[in-house]
Nanobody, 127 residues
Framework: QVHLVESGGGSVQSGGSLKLSCAGP????????MAWYRQAPGKEHEAVAN???????TYYADSVKGRFTISQDAKNTVHLQMNNLKPEDTAMYYC?????????????????????WGHGILVTVSS
């Protein structure tokens, strides 16, 4: 497992914006997919956004479409721009990288299993 460094979380009022970043190794292989997941208290782990890095194709959960944007710039580095945040977006957000099992089943956003995970970063949205 490789080390993924997440940054950018914090607290914001409803309607505000935050940008999360995730950086993997800047050497070696390039991850095929990178993604963001989240888990709110008492709720299941949820795929939020996914990017197929070689083609730049992106996939989003319905709950964030039109508000969140996943992007990549440097090697193995992705960002999640979150706009018009809502209290229900409050959760721990996790970066994931290198898809082991590609799937487009409901809720997977293109990947059923990732090899690498970050430690998580907290996003709190107050009403």
């Amino acid at each position: 497992q490789v080390h993924l460094v997440e940054s950018g979380g914090g607290s914001v009022q409803s309607g505000g914006s935050l940008k999360l970043s995730c950086a993997g190794p800047q050497y070696g292989r390039t991850f095929n997919y990178m993604a963001w997941y989240r888990q709110a208290p008492g709720k299941e782990h949820e795929a939020v956004a996914n990017i197929y890095t070689s083609a730049g194709r992106t996939y989003y959960a319905d709950s964030v479409k039109g508000r969140f944007t996943i992007s990549q710039d440097a090697k193995n580095t992705v960002h999640l721009q979150m706009n018009n945040l809502k209290p229900e977006d409050t959760a721990m957000y996790y970066c994931a990288a290198e898809c082991l099992h590609v799937s487009f089943a409901a809720g997977t956003l293109g990947c059923r299993q990732f090899e690498n995970w970050g430690h998580g970063i907290l996003v709190t949205v107050s009403s």
